[in-house]
Nanobody
Framework: QVQLVESGGGLVQSGGSLRLSCAASGPIFSNSHVGWFRQAPGKEREFVAGVSWSGTFPEYGVSLKGRVTMSLDNAKNIVYLQLNSLKLEDTAVYYC?????????????????WGQGTQVTVSS
């Protein structure tokens, strides 16, 4: 069982930046993936970024592309999500996710493990 714990969320002004972290533990395989999703109130969970634990080039979702960078610290099993130029519409709960079978997907239903989420609130 993979366990994921997010941190780093908070309140930030429009145009600001945040770095989210996700600490992973448990059976992690290099061909499996780790990703970030977000969910705003009343909306579906949305793909933000994903990468394999072996470090293949990350994939990014449309909404934050150009304003987000995902990186890995394989030695510590920590995943980072750098959010820049934040907008009001980026307000959401951000979740870390991991897959079990090594199949990359942008659909949240295809991911097997989830963290508890961390709230990001962007104010004007």
């Amino acid at each position: 069982q993979v366990q994921l714990v997010e941190s780093g969320g908070g309140l930030v002004q429009s145009g600001g930046s945040l770095r989210l972290s996700c600490a992973a533990s448990g059976p992690i395989f290099s061909n499996s993936h780790v990703g970030w999703f977000r969910q705003a109130p009343g909306k579906e969970r949305e793909f933000v970024a994903g990468v394999s634990w072996s470090g293949t080039f990350p994939e990014y979702g449309v909404s934050l592309k150009g304003r987000v960078t995902m990186s890995l610290d394989n030695a510590k099993n920590i995943v980072y999500l750098q959010l820049n130029s934040l907008k009001l519409e980026d307000t959401a709960v951000y979740y870390c996710a991991a897959d079990r079978y090594g199949i990359f997907s942008r659909r949240s239903s295809d991911w097997n493990y989830w963290g508890q989420g961390t709230q990001v609130t962007v104010s004007s």
